[in-house]
């Protein structure tokens, strides 16, 4: 190992010496302290080793959040294996092209997605190993329980920091979602950004109840473990089962895409608790729903920008500093932001964010093409535009036209990749799908086709064609039709047109 170097399974051993019986991860009655997890992550990482899953090995999750899929991370990790989690929301033909991309030593499932994956132990080759979370395990399938191994771990492989940790999956601009590579530094760098940006100690509690394929879960409960704090585990988001987990384990921290927020103010009200021990929520929101979590509680709403490829927030700050803002750059990166030709832009011109520094993630995985051009000039490309003011307070405006990005609910979803779902239907000439505001998932799916024959299709028929082919939540909650769609002069639709002709309304 080089003397400079310092890994994720480094944190992980460090916490173990530092924090001992203090508990690292919470789910049900099962408590999990730091010096147990240490244990736990070398005895599933002689299983890895005893399989010959090592170094430039990929393990790909398809699994609601559990104790044992933090183990996995952390084995991973010790192993230089790269963890390739998967989102489960995914249809089953657009996990099969993830698992394609990703070329997996391993599949790990659990019962939740035998549904997508059940029957591909017999077909699937080229993937050698299935195993699934928990004791027992479904035909094809072996119980990720048995992997462990009692006694002496096996002598860890060199891991260098910059060595691949994990893919992170963004949304798919060329049908197959992306996955960002973060290695060992950028987790490790990302949790000292974090701890100190919100004041993160072992007193700290993070209910981690988005899904774990997510860079803002995973990210928040490594930070967390890094502090000396614990993660309380959740399978699956539900409101009133958050309030009564976070006013048990006094949890101090949560993070918030609509609406997760406003159902969990909804359900404290109903219980009759005021969330006291709950200091800050952290993510995106709209703000009547921010403001009323500083009138019902005593929590801070903490808002930013960033992204996967950057580990996180690049930008970050309380609401309540600068309502509106998103923040100024962390310690640790530059912002720019930068016109078509990467010239920078004066204060107060919108132009891209564009990010440099040890939050910026290795690449995409399997895509060089692709990484060579978001990283052109030596900068991150993020797609994102925005402005700064004069008090280097970063303004979020919109997407690149290119790179236009609808966020439900915080999922990534492309209108291109709809829109090419949609022009599978018979007679349908043309389509515009753009994002439009929703008071509960902060913004919904609209999509406006062109089809020659009045009333071929409904609404319904339309989002339940979407739903057949690609994720559920990526179908259209608003549907409107025409003979003709506004082009432009070459003959591509104007997306500027049928913005301002059928808006934002559902």
Partial sequence: MDVHGFTVYDMIARGAALYGDAPAVIQGELVVSFREFRRRVDALAGGLAALGIGPGDRVCVLAQNDVAYLDLYGACARQGILAYPINWRLSAEEVERVVERAAPTMLVADASTLGVVGGWPARRTPVAHWYQLGAAAAPGFTPLGALYRDGPAPPAPEVSPDAPFAAISTAAVDVVPRGAVLTHANVVTANLTVGACLG????????AALPLFHISALGMALAHMHAGGASVVVSRFDAEEAVRLIDRHRVTHVSDFPPVLASLLDAAQKLGSRLPSLTHVSGLDAPPTIQRLHAETGAQFWTGFGQSETSGFVTIQRVADKPGAAGTPVPLCQV??????????PVGTPGEIVVRGPLVFQGYFGQPEATAYTFRNGWHHTGDVGRFDPDG???????????????????????AEVETVIMQMEGVSGVCVYGIPDARWGEAIKAVLEVKAAGRYTAQQ???????KIARFKRPHAVAFTEALPRTADGAVDRDAVKATWGDSS
């Fill in 200 to 207: 993160l100690g072992a007193s700290d509690r993070y209910l």
């Fill in 336 to 345: 720019r932001l930068v016109d078509d030709y990467d010239r920078e832009v």
């Fill in 393 to 415: 307070y970063l303004y979020y405006v919109k997407r690149k036209p290119e790179k236009e990005l609808i966020k439900p609910g915080g999922e990534n979803v492309y209108p």
């Fill in 462 to 468: 339309v989002g339940d064609f979407v739903a057949s």
